[in-house]
């Protein structure tokens, strides 16, 4: 996938002002409409600026996509970089509110296809706050225990300068224990102000994890890397095994290989329905740092002439 600098598309520096922003688009929608151009490449051209205006005339998906920088240029390969809006609030529910027709492209959809897909805001009476919405990531350990926490969000705000800025806002949340990744938590009146006396919206949060250097989560299940020592392995042990709860004793069968799978039930995220934590094995070897260790490992060899572990290579 590649790269679009939409401030390129409409010939604006990343300083424009939302004004500027409008004007350039309006110039060159007007000069490359399909139903009036003789430019031949007309269509294509509307299309890619429809896009880059969809994205800048907004002051929130303009602040997003602004976050990744300015390093990346036009046509370079690009992945967006995992929970890449985290801690951004948008307006309206899970619905990006585009226009009947909007073709996005595929880069377009990697970055803002979840609020263009999504439900559309709650239909609300008389002049009653729009919902908003934004996702935060939480400790892999909260949704073990439940918790208390402190959570900022950037809300982008059009200055009077025509500019877009960020203006951040701290809330207290409740974490519920076994909350999973993709549930949202729903924080009343805290969106969008209603007009006169009627009633804010509401702000709703989708929960994500913070990447773990020890865990890693699929579903309900929780996986984790543990080493153990060749002898341990080939003739079984009771080893400490770590847990987001704390360790247990875990007891690994004599002829386990690197890579199995040891599963610990109803340890992985709680809920109704728990899911398990799996144990998966790693080989450790000592190193061949003396001279002692380095007779036993020519030991080891001369007690296996015959063994090859790269034989099913072979052909």
Do not use: C
């Not at 890449?84 to 959809?109: I, L, Q, T, Y």
């Not at 990697?110 to 009653?128: C, D, T």
């Not at 809300?155 to 806002?169: S, Y």
Request: hydrophobic residues 35%.
């Amino acid at each position: 996938m590649k790269y679009k600098d939409y401030y390129e598309t409409l010939g604006v520096p990343r300083s424009a002002t939302q004004d500027e922003i409008k004007s350039a688009y309006r110039k060159l929608a007007r000069k490359y409409h399909p139903d009036v151009s003789k430019v031949a490449d007309a269509e294509a051209r509307f299309k890619e600026i429809n896009e880059a205006n969809e994205v800048l005339k907004d002051p929130e998906k303009r602040a997003a996509y602004d976050q990744m920088g300015s390093n990346w240029k036009a046509g370079q390969e690009f992945q967006p970089p995992p929970n890449w809006d985290a801690g951004f609030e948008f307006r309206g529910g899970d619905s990006g509110g585009f226009g009947p027709g909007f073709d996005a492209s595929d880069f377009f959809e990697s970055l803002f296809g979840r609020q263009a897909r999504g439900p559309g805001p709650r239909q609300r009476a008389g002049m009653q706050g729009q919902d908003h919405h934004a996702k935060v990531l939480i400790d892999l350990e909260d949704a073990y225990r439940g918790a208390e926490r402190s959570i900022s969000l950037r809300v982008p705000v059009e200055g009077a300068d025509g500019r877009v800025a960020l203006r951040e806002r701290t809330l207290d949340v409740h974490i519920p224990k076994g909350i999973r990744p993709g549930q949202r938590l729903r924080l009343a009146g805290q969106g969008s102000a209603g007009s006169g006396v009627a009633a804010s919206g509401d702000l709703f949060l989708e929960i994500g994890f913070k990447p773990h250097p020890r865990y890693r989560v699929e579903g309900s299940d929780v996986y984790v890397d543990v080493p153990v020592a060749p002898w341990e392995a080939a003739l079984g042990a009771s080893i400490d095994a770590p847990t987001p709860e704390g360790s247990v004793q875990l007891t690994i069968p004599p002829g386990s290989k690197p890579g199995r799978k040891l599963r610990l039930k109803a340890r992985g995220l709680p809920g109704k329905t728990p899911g398990d934590l799996y144990v998966v094995l790693e080989l450790a070897l000592p190193p061949a740092d003396s001279e002692e260790v380095r007779a036993a490992y020519e030991t080891l060899q001369k007690a296996f002439p015959d063994f090859n572990p790269r034989k099913h290579l072979k052909g």
